[in-house]
Every structure is written in C-alpha cells, then in structure tokens.
Nanobody, 121 residues
Framework: QVQLVESGGGLVQAGGNLRLSCAASGSALSIHGMGWYRQAPGKQRELVASISISRGGTTNYADSVKGRFTISRDNAKNTVYLQMNSLKYDDTAVYYC?????????????WGQGTQVTVSS
C-alpha cells in the first residue's frame, strides 16, 4: 500500500505564495511520476502540474499556472513539491497529490487526502 501525505495548504491573499509538499511511503517503492491536481467547488478535478521521476524530471503544467507554479522533486525522499507564486482567487481549490509506479512489484496509482488552498481577493 502506498500512502501520500500532503502538507502546506492554507489561506493566502491574492499575489501571495504557498508551497505544497507530498511525501510518498510504501514498501519496495519505485515511483515513475508524481503530480498535483486540484478541484474547485462545482468543477471537475484538473491536472495542475506533473513531473516524471524515472525519466529525467520532465515537467508538465496546466496553461493557467505556467510561469507561476513550479513542481520539483526530491527522489531520495520520494517527495514532490509545488511552489505556487502570484496566487489568484481562481487558484482556490482542494489540491491533491498523485503518484504512480510500482510497489512490491505491482503497479499502483495513489492519491493523497487533499489540502485546501484558499486565495482571498
């Protein structure tokens, strides 16, 4: 079983910054990719940013966050970060961490419990 533990959400004024962290734990873990998704009230969950772990750290961003958000990883800690700068009201959402790979030789996809990010205008 792979667990993802998120931290770093909170309340911030528009224009402010926040940093989210997500740490993965499990037995015989080989993570291929990690990412952040978000879901605002009444909207579908959407990809915010993703990063490959096993393929050179290739990143992918939603158009709405390009230039403002940065995803990074610490492979030794199985941890991914999302630095969010110049936050906007529309960034308000529950942010979920996602990871996929292999654990104990079996493929997995796991989600974190979510962390609330609220941006006040």
């Amino acid at each position: 079983q792979v667990q993802l533990v998120e931290s770093g959400g909170g309340l911030v004024q528009a224009g402010g910054n926040l940093r989210l962290s997500c740490a993965a734990s499990g037995s015989a873990l080989s993570i291929h990719g990690m990412g952040w998704y978000r879901q605002a009230p009444g909207k579908q969950r959407e990809l915010v940013a993703s990063i490959s772990i096993s393929r050179g750290g290739t990143t992918n961003y939603a158009d709405s966050v390009k230039g403002r958000f940065t995803i990074s990883r610490d492979n030794a800690k199985n941890t991914v970060y999302l630095q969010m700068n110049s936050l906007k009201y529309d960034d308000t959402a529950v942010y979920y961490c996602n990871a996929d790979g292999y654990a104990m030789g079996f493929p997995f996809t796991s989600w974190g419990q979510g962390t609330q990010v609220t941006v006040s205008s």
